[in-house]
């Protein structure tokens, strides 16, 4: 099997990246009752965005030959699959953004299942703690400009070019972002990402967990972590 080096970050976390910004001020402002629905929907926005290329555990191993997939026989994730997750996770993307930006991450996620089936970087499981709203203001035409924070983590199984093993991944960072958004049927709805700042752990957190000889291992081992305990910030 063909190995590379581990990138820190995978595909999910790396397409909250790729969204449009451009300057804007904002202040602290907004009804209790209302702040809490913006932060329900930033959040829920940011979840969408994580999970864009996860393939949960469930569909990951079932009936997989592993050995038929390593000669190219075989797909790991089956076309079947791909299409149940894309139309879920299409399903939260239009739920939580406007058409437009739902549109341009659909061709993300189908981009990431797609590439579901290499061995060597698989996302299981994606979300966040500690979601805080820390200011919003009303912008033009009864848009709203929301400042959130949160713990993003991502679970991943990788492989390193030193050994045969499957590795456990959990990459965890601190993510400040500023979103636009516009009611939509009586729902907050994001139009916009106007600013992203994205802090990995600390030195001290290693992402890197520990090898397993076989996938099912990994998988599982990586589905059993607690990423609130592993919260290094």
């Not at 999910?12 to 001020?25: D, G, P, Q, T």
């Not at 079947?80 to 399903?91: D, I, N, P, Y």
């Not at 979601?131 to 009303?138: A, C, D, G, I, M």
């Amino acid at each position: 099997m063909n190995r590379r080096k581990i990138m820190i970050g995978t595909i999910s976390v790396l397409c909250i990246l790729c969204v449009c910004i451009s300057a804007f001020l904002f202040s602290k402002s907004g009804s209790g009752g209302q702040d809490e629905e913006l932060l329900v929907a930033v959040t829920a926005a940011e979840e969408t965005i994580l999970s864009v290329g996860v393939v949960p555990t469930e569909y990951l191993l079932e009936e997989v030959d592993l050995a038929a997939v390593e000669a190219g026989e075989a797909e790991l994730v089956s076309q079947e699959v791909k299409e149940e997750l894309l139309e879920a996770k299409t399903s939260n993307l239009t739920n939580t953004y406007t058409t437009d930006m739902a549109y341009s991450f659909f061709e993300t996620a189908e981009t990431a299942l797609e590439a579901s089936n290499d061995l060597l970087d698989i996302s299981i499981d994606s979300g966040v703690l500690a979601p805080t709203l820390v200011s919003t203001q009303k912008g033009e035409d009864g848009e709203m400009v929301v400042v959130a924070e949160f713990i993003a983590w991502q679970k991943a199984v990788t492989q390193l070019e030193t050994d045969d093993l499957y590795h456990v991944l959990l990459v965890i960072s601190k993510v400040r972002i500023t979103s636009s958004l516009i009611e939509q049927d009586g729902q907050w709805v994001v139009s916009g990402t106007l600013d992203m700042n994205q802090e990995f752990a600390p030195d001290t957190y290693s992402p890197l967990k520990e090898g397993y000889e076989t996938l099912e291992a990994a998988v599982n081992a990586a589905a059993a972590l607690n990423p609130e305990e592993e919260n290094p910030f």
